[in-house]
């Protein structure tokens, strides 16, 4: 009779000892489940915001009465005045090279490769709403030594 | 640098001399005037030392009130775009037996989609579409609340890519005020790169479709 007694203790105490187990191992696996989720968003955003750096060489006109020297001052405000204050999150802009012997320069831009269109785009419409000085982008490369011989 | 055969349709300038200055600055060997200017500054431009291809260009409004225009104003002196501002007038000019150029702007968007590219496609003569960017561009520069920049704009894009597809003429044009508040070349192929176009697309608009356009006008005159 005893040992029927401890004989059911025994299995009792298996059982709950298993049921205690599977509900800690099916926690833990949505746990770890939504560890390897997020895990792998950040590694897909961090994929996405991989930054790039291009350099595009512009030829800068103006007209008689601007003046070229306030203008390449300028330049970058008026850049980031048309990307906005959140794009400029993500996306720098700086001038690497002035040649005020041919109105050439070459600036860097760096960020992801939207944000390389999108100086792109405003460079080419400041001109519209600020007016002064046109920019005209004449060559786009990933390497600034590419770009150093057109400047002359 | 050698000049590529770039074409601008339109720029609008305010005297002679501004012309010099913007065929020395840009990359266009193909340039359209507005036609009383090319009459007024003619013998001026005959002078001109670049090798650049000069057209006198003219651009009519057409809507159901007008629609008559369009068979009876087929003037050759210049090189005509219409802009339609109602579906009946543009499906008119997709039915013309002879080649024709239809502006699209932000005003003409609406009558100037993709279903309008399915009917210039079963014309049967060659039709050409002059993309505005200039319009366009001053929507983003200027913050116009009439429409919005990114529904135009996705819209110019589904419209050229659907054209591009079925081998319609595509041609750019950068006018929007008088130089040089304008759009160059250059700003408009960077234009098209950010709307996502291939390097062949891009050639297709702003070098191959513009010399066909020139070479069907010329034909015609």
């Not at chain 1, 298996?14 to 997020?38: G, Y």
């Not at chain 2, 431009?45 to 369009?70: F, N, Q, W, Y």
């Not at chain 2, 009876?72 to 024709?100: E, G, M, Y």
């Not at chain 2, 200039?134 to 996705?154: D, I, P, Q, T, W």
Request: aromatic content about 8%; glycine content about 4%; hydrophobic content about 45%.
């Amino acid at each position: 009779m005893e040992y029927f007694i401890i004989a059911i203790i025994a299995v009792a105490l298996s059982a709950t000892s298993l049921a205690v187990a599977l509900c800690t191992a099916l926690s833990l696996r949505k746990k770890v489940s939504a560890l390897l989720d997020e895990l792998s968003m950040a590694l897909l955003a961090r994929k996405k915001s991989k930054k790039v750096k291009r350099y595009i060489l512009l030829k800068v006109v103006c007209s008689e009465e601007a003046d070229i020297k306030a203008f390449m001052m300028d330049f970058e405000n008026r850049v980031s005045k048309l990307l906005g204050g959140i794009e400029r999150m993500g996306c720098s802009l700086t001038i690497a090279s002035v040649s005020k012997i041919s109105n050439r320069m070459i600036i860097r831009v760096t960020g992801d490769y939207q944000c390389f269109k999108k100086v792109l785009v405003a460079l080419s419409i400041q001109h519209i709403l600020f007016g002064g000085c046109v920019a005209i982008p004449i060559r786009t490369s990933g390497l600034f030594s590419r770009l150093r011989k057109w400047i002359y | 640098m050698a000049k590529e055969p770039r074409a601008n349709m339109l720029v609008f300038f305010e005297s002679c001399k501004d012309v010099v200055k913007y065929v020395a600055e840009d990359n266009a060997s193909i340039l359209g005037l507005d036609k009383s200017f090319f009459d007024l500054c003619k013998d001026y431009l005959a002078e001109l030392e670049e090798e650049v291809v000069i057209m006198p260009r003219r651009i009519i409004t057409i809507d159901r009130k007008s629609i008559g225009i369009i068979t009876t104003h087929r003037k050759l002196d210049a090189l005509t775009a219409f802009k339609p501002l109602d579906t009946q007038s543009a499906r008119v000019l997709a039915k013309i037996r002879k080649s024709t150029v239809l502006l699209v702007s932000p005003n003409s968007l609406k009558y100037v989609n993709e279903a309008q590219v399915n009917f210039l496609k079963q014309s049967h003569s060659r039709k050409f579409l002059e993309i505005a960017f200039g319009e366009f561009v001053k929507l983003l520069a200027l913050n116009s609340r009439s429409m919005h920049a990114s529904k135009a704009f996705y819209s110019l894009g589904n419209t050229m890519e659907k054209a591009l597809k079925l081998d319609i003429g595509v041609a750019a044009s950068g006018a929007i005020e008088n130089y040089p508040k304008c759009l160059f070349t250059n700003h408009i192929d960077a234009l098209l790169f950010s709307m996502g176009f291939s390097k062949r697309e891009r050639r297709m608009i702003l070098e191959v479709y513009p010399l066909e356009l020139l070479k069907v006008w010329l034909g015609e005159e």
